[in-house]
């Protein structure tokens, strides 16, 4: 019955994309700042319309819910977040005015390459990587890659052409936490990004990321900058990798941050969104 409903609120969804045979795809997965904390209901009445016009050409699948016009998600009955992909998504449509996109999204705060985004997933390092029974027994690399495979059947089976423009990833805060975790970021990450390209043929797809910038934990205190370091090598060694650099300017005046300094604020998501489509932009190869 779930997948019956998924494919009619899909096709649904694309009854509205008109003849055009080809849907832009762009993938998002990470924690916390990838699943944003930018406050909907504080974006000025020309983002909200920017956002309003976006949505008529990109639809979004966030996690297991089924596919909807780009907007806000509803965090509670007083507030409305965002992340990345909503400004992100405005810039694709202003340079695309006519392109479909479809965003497929998963992000879980608190989760850690190590264990629950791990393509080589185990129970062994879930309890090493994850801090409660729940995210332990996540396994969100497979259940993203899941959520894509069933929307490029839907895809083609309605007559379109899917094209894979790229990915973005915002995660490492969590693997900062602990010198096991984090010391073996830098692998467990080019093993992701391997995954993911070869798992969909794209040997070249564009792969984004922001460099993670939170306070050091008192566990490892060297963390964040393990992780950041690897980051940044990493993204030196490929020609389609792009790191978005960061600050550990504690005024977060670059991508401003809430008051837990971890947490991406409105500004600091709608900047981290517009760096994810300028990137994509400039390195699309459609």
């Known amino acids: 019955m779930r997948f019956l409903l998924f494919t009619t609120l899909f096709a649904l969804h694309f009854l509205s994309f008109g003849q055009d045979d080809k849907i832009y795809i762009v993938l ?34 966030n996690g297991e819910k089924q596919p909807v016009p780009l907007s806000y998600i509803r965090a509670d009955k007083r507030q409305t977040n965002f992340g990345p992909e909503l400004f992100a998504g405005i810039l694709l449509h202003e340079k695309y005015p006519d ?7 998963e992000a879980k705060g608190g989760t850690s390459l190590y264990g629950a985004w791990n393509p080589e997933w185990s129970y062994e390092k879930a309890k090493i990587g994850e801090i409660d029974d729940k995210r332990q027994q996540m396994k969100l690399y497979s259940r993203h890659v899941e959520t894509i495979n069933k929307t490029l059947e839907r895809i083609k089976s309605d007559g379109k052409t899917p094209v894979l423009m790229g ?15 984090a010391t073996a970021y830098g692998e467990n990450f080019q093993l992701l990004i391997k995954s993911y390209r070869q798992t969909f043929n794209h040997e070249k797809m564009p792969f984004i990321f922001g ?32 790191m978005i650099n960061t600050s550990m300017n504690k005024d977060w005046d670059d991508f401003p941050k809430r008051g837990d300094n971890v947490h991406y604020n409105t500004q600091g998501q709608k900047k981290l969104g517009t760096a994810f489509g300028d990137i994509l932009i400039q390195n699309s190869h459609y």
């Open 28 to 61: 998002f997965a990470g924690q916390s700042n990838m699943a944003g904390r930018g406050q909907y209901q504080s974006l000025s009445q020309e983002d909200k319309q920017k956002v309003e016009e976006a949505s008529k050409y990109i639809s979004i699948i």
């Open 99 to 105: 392109r479909k996109f479809f965003f497929i999204k």
């Open 211 to 242: 460099q993670i910038n939170c306070p050091p934990r008192t566990k490892f205190p060297d963390g964040t900058e393990v992780v950041r370091q690897q980051m940044a090598h990493i993204a030196q060694n490929d020609q389609n990798i792009f």
């Open 167 to 181: 990915m973005c990833w915002m995660q490492g805060e969590k693997d900062s936490r602990l010198e096991t975790t």
